[in-house]
């Protein structure tokens, strides 16, 4: 079947416009096709992980309109990168609903302080957005984001693996070290909100996403004699994170541990002898491999990461890969539901109506009140190992 899929990608034509930072003028989706606009920071200082996405969301966009698209329309795809820029974002999303005719948003520009933005501009016009980001604020409370939904974990969820982690291992006493962005600032709220109740003592020190040197934070934490230092962030400073703990706590048994946000080998690689040994909450696409054959996401998550591997010379997926081809493919499911109608209230009830899907990130089971859709159940505990990812012990 996938050697199938892959010769009809070989001989299709992607329909996309596709411009990195101007994006693309022109009208929306006519009677045969359906145009789906996207923004991802390919550029700046996100590039590594928003190049990624774009190829998740490509890959998605290519398998389906070479299996006769969505009720016979094909996908017209609109791509801008905002460069990491929440005021460019906010440009380039009005020019997508207003001149380039997009009915459907997928993906918030790799950043939740962007997809935050987007969001009143998607439901202001009547569009579904689905976004590709973390902070559960864009999605919560889901009354008051009807038309948007993600494809992300909450972080309260991750917060909740943790804290289970945590309680197995007898960890009591927690070093936090969130960055002060949008996503970072969400997780320190819920941690600090949820660590209490389960007998965990949280210390927390901030830090500047652009911060080069933790180690004043590292050292005032220490004082505290925490069991565990758990950095979150998206940002190339979580390597600093890494390596500044191990400088500081060279003699000390400690566990050291990032958020799902942190899930790339090459941010491991980048940290060299310092990330070994680093323990992560993550999806399952990482371990997709040693994940028992039972796991009703293993076939899903081999084929992905099987496909993206051919189609780009051999490169492997990440995580973030991962939660643009899932939304793309929400977003499909949604409107083939529809009968292709891209009605934001129309799709988004579809969307809730799903019933359980089966994606890379996880089983998505979107409700009315969820509009992230998964639980601790789709979520793995991981250790990086020096040379990948494997399931943490």
């Given at each position: 079947?996938?050697?199938?899929?892959?010769?009809?990608?070989?001989?299709?034509?992607?329909?996309a416009?596709?411009?990195?930072g101007?994006?693309?003028?022109?009208?929306?989706?006519?009677?045969?096709?359906?145009t789906?606009?996207?923004?991802?920071?390919?550029?700046?200082?996100?590039?590594?992980?928003?190049?990624?996405?774009r190829?998740?969301?490509e890959?998605?966009?290519?398998?389906?309109?070479?299996?006769?698209?969505i009720?016979?329309?094909?996908?017209?795809?609109?791509?801008?990168?905002?460069?990491?820029?929440?005021s460019?974002?906010?440009?380039q999303?009005?020019?997508m609903?207003?001149?380039?005719?997009v009915?459907?948003?997928?993906?918030?520009?790799?950043?939740s302080?962007?997809?935050?933005?987007?969001?009143?501009i998607?439901?202001?016009?009547?569009?579904?957005?689905?976004?590709?980001?973390?902070?559960?604020?864009?999605?919560?409370?889901?009354?008051?984001?009807?038309?948007?939904?993600?494809?992300?974990?909450?972080?309260?969820?991750?917060?909740?693996?943790?804290?289970?982690?945590?309680?197995?291992?007898?960890?009591?006493?927690?070093a936090f070290?969130?960055?002060?962005?949008?996503?970072?600032?969400?997780?320190?709220?819920?941690?600090?909100?949820?660590?209490?109740?389960?007998?965990?003592?949280?210390?927390?020190?901030?830090?500047d996403?652009?911060?080069?040197?933790?180690?004043?934070?590292v050292?005032?934490?220490?004082?505290?004699?925490?069991?565990?230092?758990?950095?979150?962030?998206?940002?190339?400073?979580g390597?600093?994170?890494?390596?500044?703990?191990?400088?500081?706590?060279?003699?000390?048994d400690?566990?050291?541990?990032?958020?799902?946000?942190?899930?790339d080998?090459?941010?491991?690689?980048?940290?060299?002898?310092?990330?070994?040994?680093t323990?992560?909450?993550?999806?399952?696409?990482?371990?997709?491999?040693?994940?028992?054959?039972?796991?009703?996401?293993?076939?899903?998550?081999?084929?992905?990461?099987?496909?993206?591997?051919?189609?780009?010379?051999?490169?492997?997926?990440?995580?973030?890969?991962?939660?643009?081809?899932?939304?793309?493919?929400?977003?499909?499911?949604?409107?083939?539901?529809?009968?292709?109608?891209?009605d934001?209230?129309?799709?988004a009830?579809?969307?809730?109506?799903?019933?359980?899907?089966?994606?890379?990130?996880?089983?998505f089971?979107?409700?009315?009140?969820?509009h992230?859709?998964?639980?601790?159940?789709?979520?793995?505990?991981?250790?990086?190992?020096g040379s990948?990812f494997?399931?943490?012990?």
């Amino acid at each position: 079947m996938r050697k199938k899929i892959l010769a009809l990608l070989a001989g299709s034509a992607l329909l996309a416009s596709s411009a990195c930072g101007l994006g693309s003028s022109g009208a929306g989706g006519g009677d045969d096709t359906i145009t789906i606009g996207t923004l991802f920071s390919v550029s700046g200082a996100g590039a590594k992980l928003g190049d990624k996405m774009r190829k998740g969301a490509e890959l998605a966009v290519e398998q389906v309109n070479s299996q006769g698209g969505i009720d016979g329309k094909k996908i017209k795809w609109v791509f801008y990168d905002p460069a990491g820029d929440t005021s460019t974002a906010v440009q380039q999303t009005n020019r997508m609903l207003d001149s380039d005719g997009v009915e459907l948003v997928v993906g918030g520009g790799g950043s939740s302080g962007i997809a935050l933005a987007m969001d009143p501009i998607t439901s202001g016009k009547g569009i579904t957005f689905i976004a590709t980001e973390g902070a559960r604020q864009i999605v919560e409370p889901a009354a008051e984001h009807r038309l948007t939904f993600k494809t992300t974990f909450n972080d309260t969820v991750m917060i909740e693996k943790l804290i289970e982690y945590w309680k197995a291992k007898d960890v009591t006493r927690v070093a936090f070290m969130p960055d002060t962005s949008s996503f970072g600032q969400s997780a320190q709220e819920e941690l600090e909100r949820l660590a209490p109740e389960a007998g965990i003592k949280v210390f927390t020190a901030a830090f500047d996403p652009a911060a080069n040197d933790l180690t004043p934070q590292v050292k005032r934490l220490a004082g505290n004699d925490p069991q565990a230092y758990l950095a979150w962030t998206i940002q190339p400073s979580g390597v600093t994170f890494l390596k500044n703990v191990r400088s500081v706590l060279a003699d000390r048994d400690v566990m050291v541990m990032h958020g799902f946000g942190f899930v790339d080998d090459r941010y491991m690689q980048q940290a060299g002898a310092a990330a070994e040994g680093t323990i992560l909450v993550s999806p399952k696409l990482p371990i997709w491999d040693k994940t028992d054959d039972s796991d009703q996401q293993k076939a899903a998550m081999e084929d992905f990461a099987t496909s993206y591997a051919e189609k780009y010379a051999g490169e492997q997926p990440n995580v973030y890969a991962g939660q643009a081809y899932d939304a793309m493919m929400v977003a499909v499911e949604a409107l083939r539901a529809t009968g292709g109608d891209p009605d934001g209230e129309k799709v988004a009830k579809a969307i809730e109506g799903l019933g359980s899907h089966v994606g890379v990130t996880g089983v998505f089971k979107f409700t009315p009140d969820d509009h992230s859709g998964l639980t601790a159940d789709d979520v793995a505990v991981v250790q990086w190992d020096g040379s990948r990812f494997v399931p943490a012990e």
